[in-house]
């Protein structure tokens, strides 16, 4: 059996084999941009966002004045979540844990005779100060191109209080800001 | 130029066959990897939502899940938050959120789409009320874990999806509103309840008096149900290009009744995806779609026309890979088919005062009851949410029945001792020690330890699951699964497996028949199903 080839068909079938094998790349292939993203708060940010928190508390009146106060116990309480995003537990305690778990925090802590309890065995009231972290958001969305909404931004304030159980006075308080910004349709 | 290719001389035979498998793979590689289960369908529809949970959950956990992973996911969740099981759906809440809330997606598709199908190239990322659903979905898994905060963030969420800032879009998706009221006053914000419960009730009379008492109530319970099949999405037109919902269940203007520890109340339905189906499209790739398709056809017709034409064998064989080219157009322009068959036709939502009794609960007219049995206030004095489904088929009873039949980790003991499941009785708890003294008594030999009974279960090969480890639940054993569990009092999946008879375990294993022997045969008989 002869086999034909006809030289006018050699870059049309060329081009046709390209476009197919193109075809089923392309159809086999996405399972998601790579350019897609998030406003999401994001952990790794927190480190670098309380490093001024963690140096306001070391330097605090709080910690200065422990010393004449008598016996200081410090509660931590689960992070008061007011965002536009959610948190696992464990990310919870690690916004809480970032400040208090510091190395220089707890020596200056330790150095002003303030006890650290531990939240999973003892109560609220066994403490003479609860520590209390609060995350609140703002989200803006946009339009690069004016047609769909296509930016998103949002900007978290994190907060953090120390306050005296007996006179509800605030002892301590500081706050700190992180902004995400993310790129791409937010329907799509 | 050409000259070039002449050691390259291919044959026609070879290249047209290519092109054949080429095409071929390419239109199976666009076919939708989503086909809706008619199976898992009519599992939620008669209420066995523990087949449902693990199938699904298969579907999800399945690498190839691919571009439908988020529905699949959705679903997933779905299934076993109806079931009761919000640890077992923990994983795929946070899935779920994280991938709606991820922009651009299917940014780097808009080449793709030129040549592909969109079901061959686009992440499944629903509608924007599709969107706004699942993301109630994922509030309401918060609640029911009494994660209010996250409630909150998830119900927020939902009402920017839909844009739901003005009264029109608000009074469509009230579900979403209500929400975020409940989780605001859950956490004390009464002022921001208040602004979310004003929203509704100016949006909507008919939430009115739904909203007054979500906000001011003493309610203690808090129930979402669901009825009826939300519509199906399905390609239109010539060429498939238009999108089109059809209802599957009507909408109408029937209400809840519900009796409780404080009387009766009907409640409106509050979201009727029925109407947001059609209101709430991304209309985005619509234009692009009949673009494809007008292109499809001047290739088809124009690479026709020269086939039939030309005398020429070049020029015929050029018409006629154009016309192949563009039939391969026309058909992928074809609109995207997916959507989650599994969300329901409306959303009621009741608060209930929790008494004695469990809360009966009735649609408008439609003859058929539901009555959650196990609903308990939750430890730490916050609203206990729950997510039902009303079964639309024959459920043997049990929705009705109003009872427990079965010792459970929710609602304790039976009034007469009962011995363990798995030596025949009708206890599901979690063993204890302080257990064994009730087995005891129900007549199982002094001679038999604790770490016997647990050596039983190992034997059986059934696993016991509480708390977290409730992600890992399978079928329950009272439906022949391996896995026991309690699922949360009040939901479907409590109702299910303890409103109603199974039939008696016998154990297979040495140690089970061993200890079987070592029960009292005289106090051990079991209440057969009536």
């Not at chain 1, 963690?54 to 410090?74: D, K, N, T, Y």
């Not at chain 2, 016997?452 to 190992?458: A, G, N, S, T």
């Not at chain 2, 480890?469 to 399978?474: H, P």
């Amino acid at each position: 059996m002869s086999r034909t080839s006809l030289p006018v068909f050699r870059p049309i079938g060329l081009l046709g084999l390209g476009l197919s094998a193109l075809l089923v790349l392309t159809s086999c292939a996405t399972t998601g941009s790579r350019e897609a993203s998030n406003a999401r708060f994001r952990m790794a940010d927190l480190d670098q966002a309380v490093a001024e928190v963690r140096a306001s508390l070391i330097g605090s009146r709080f910690i200065r004045e422990a010393p004449a106060q008598g016996e200081v116990l410090l509660r931590a309480e689960p992070l008061t979540n007011l965002s536009l995003d959610r948190f696992t537990v464990s990310e919870e305690q690690m916004v809480v844990s970032r400040v208090l778990s510091d190395t220089g925090v707890q020596v200056a802590l330790r150095e002003a005779g303030i006890r650290l309890l531990d939240p999973e065995v003892t109560k609220p009231a066994d403490a003479t100060h609860r520590f209390d972290a609060q995350i609140r958001s703002v989200a803006r969305e946009g339009s690069v191109d004016q047609r769909e909404s296509n930016a998103r931004r949002d900007a978290y304030l994190l907060e953090y209080q120390i306050t005296e159980r007996a006179t509800s006075g605030i002892a301590w308080q500081a706050s700190t800001e992180v902004a995400r910004a993310a790129r791409g349709l937010v329907i799509d | 130029m050409l000259a070039r290719f002449a050691p390259f001389r291919l044959p026609v035979a070879t290249v047209g066959a290519a092109l054949l498998v080429c095409c071929a793979l390419t239109l199976a590689g666009c076919q939708s990897g989503y086909t809706p289960d008619p199976g898992t369908a009519a599992m939620l529809a008669r209420g066995d939502t523990s087949r449902a949970r693990v199938d699904l959950a298969l579907r999800a956990d399945d690498p190839k899940a691919g571009r439908e992973r988020l529905l699949y996911e959705v679903q997933a969740m779905h299934a076993a938050l109806l079931d009761g099981l919000p640890e077992a759906a923990s994983r795929r809440v946070e899935y779920v959120f994280d991938t709606l809330r991820t922009q651009g997606l299917n940014a780097n598709n808009s080449p793709d789409l030129f040549l592909v199908n969109e079901q061959g190239v686009r992440f499944w990322k629903g509608e924007p009320y599709e969107q706004a659903v699942a993301l109630s979905l994922v509030s309401i898994a918060d609640m029911m874990t009494g994660r209010w905060g996250n409630a909150r963030a998830a119900a927020i969420e939902s009402l920017q999806r839909l844009n739901a800032d003005d009264d029109s879009r608000t009074a469509e998706f009230l579900l979403g509103r209500l929400l975020a009221g409940v989780a605001n006053r859950q956490m004390g914000r009464a002022q921001e309840a208040a602004e979310h419960f004003d929203a509704a009730r100016a949006a909507s009379d008919r939430v009115r008096a739904l909203a007054d008492e979500l906000e001011h109530g003493t309610y203690d319970a808090l129930l979402v149900i669901e009825a009826g099949r939300s519509p199906a999405r399905t390609a239109s037109g010539g060429d498939g290009t238009e999108v089109v919902f059809r209802d599957r269940s009507p909408s109408n203007a029937k209400g809840l009744r519900v009796s409780d520890a404080s009387g009766s109340a009907l409640w409106p339905w509050t979201t009727d995806l029925n109407a947001m189906a059609r209101d709430h499209r991304w209309t985005g790739l619509d234009a692009g779609r009949r673009s494809k398709a007008a292109a499809g056809n001047v290739l088809t017709a124009g690479g026709i026309a020269v086939a039939a034409s030309s005398d020429d064998s070049a020029a015929q064989l050029a018409g006629a890979g154009a016309a192949l080219i563009g039939l391969i157009a026309k058909s992928n322009a074809r609109a995207d088919s997916r959507y989650d068959d599994l969300l329901p036709q409306r959303f009621y939502l009741a608060p209930i005062k929790m008494g004695i009794e469990p809360p009966a609960l009735s649609v408008e007219s439609s003859g058929s009851s539901l009555r959650p049995v196990g609903l308990r206030p939750n430890e730490d004095g916050s609203l206990a949410v729950r997510l039902l489904r009303w079964p639309e088929t024959s459920t043997t009873g049990w929705a009705e029945s109003g009872q427990v039949f079965y010792a459970n980790d929710v609602t304790g003991p039976l009034e007469t001792p009962t011995l363990p499941w798995v030596l025949g009785g009708r206890c599901v708890r979690t063993p204890t020690r302080a257990l064994m003294a009730e087995y005891r008594r129900a007549g199982l030999a002094e001679s038999v330890s604790y770490e016997d009974l647990m050596e039983l279960y190992r034997a059986e090969s059934i696993d016991l699951l509480q708390g977290r480890d409730q992600s890992q639940a399978r079928g329950h054993v009272l439906e022949g699964g391996s896995t026991l569990f309690t699922p949360q009092g009040g939901s479907i999946g409590f109702t299910r497996l303890f409103g109603q008879f199974h039939t008696t375990y016998t154990p297979t294993s040495t140690q089970g028949r061993a200890l079987s022997l070592l029960v009292s045969p005289t106090i051990t008989t079991t209440e057969e199903s009536p």
